[in-house]
């Protein structure tokens, strides 16, 4: 079975611009989850959606936005980005019913000059 | 909602002893501890998890330990190597609700 996948895997963008990131996740996965990771600050939650709801939200501005396909993929907008947007972006899927494991991609890496 | 504190921040070890990394949470309701491994330039992997049902689960040379009455859970590898290097993270959530995840904690194995 594939595993998650997202793309692009690197982006490099200008303040304001605003960005587009996808996440596939694993066939019959109904939920996926978006963190963005920087250094010292671990795993931040930014939004979890199934079956084409969002279902948790982080603590971001929103600038930050997403939403999910009826195949189930995803997408998370950054809208007037900024520098402290740079980060690696990862998503996990999971089932979604009940099912906890979250299975995470390989992460889109930000870099906003 | 959940906080979950994590520690120590960085963690070093010779080869084959043993490391210890310990988890506390906040809310009494999480029921689901997972651990995940992230090895440099990889994506995080899960190792080993464990269900408030359960005081303990071992996998080889990995074990978790969980104590709910104190809210805290730890990470114990044992005859540590040094493919064992990498930032591990905790994590806590219960119901449909979100993965809170500790900050992590960077583990250096010298061989």
């Known amino acids: 079975k594939a595993g998650v996948t997202q793309t692009p895997r690197y982006l490099i963008k200008t303040r304001g611009q605003q960005v587009t990131l996808s996440c596939s996740p694993i066939s019959g996965h109904r939920s996926v989850s978006w963190y963005q990771q920087t250094p010292g600050q671990g795993l931040q939650f930014l939004f979890e959606?199934?079956?084409?709801?969002?279902?948790n939200k982080g603590n971001f501005p929103g600038r930050f936005s997403g939403r999910q396909f009826s195949n189930s993929r995803s997408e998370m907008n950054v809208s007037t980005l900024e520098l402290g947007d740079s980060a690696l972006y990862l998503c996990?899927?999971?089932?979604?019913?009940?099912?906890?494991?979250?299975?995470f991609g390989p992460g889109t890496r930000l870099l906003v000059l | 909602g959940e906080n979950v504190e994590q520690h120590p921040s960085t963690l070093s070890v010779q080869e084959g002893d043993s490391a210890v990394i310990k988890c506390t949470y906040s809310?009494?309701?999480?029921?689901?501890f997972p651990w995940y491994k992230q090895e440099l330039g990889k994506r995080p992997q899960l190792i080993i998890d464990?269900?408030?049902?359960?005081g303990e689960k071992k996998d080889q040379r990995i074990a978790v330990t969980l104590n709910k009455t104190a809210k805290h859970f730890s990470l114990h590898i044992t005859e540590t190597q040094p493919e064992d290097s990498a930032v591990y993270f905790c994590?806590?959530?219960?119901?449909?609700?979100?993965?809170?995840f500790g900050t992590g904690t960077r583990l250096t194995v010298i061989p």
């Open positions: 464990i269900r408030s049902n359960v």
């Open positions: 959606y199934f079956s084409e709801t969002q279902r």
């Open positions: 994590a806590a959530k219960w119901g449909a609700n979100n993965l809170f």
């Open positions: 809310d009494s309701a999480s029921n689901y």
């Open positions: 996990a899927s999971t089932r979604g019913a009940g099912e906890e494991t979250q299975y």
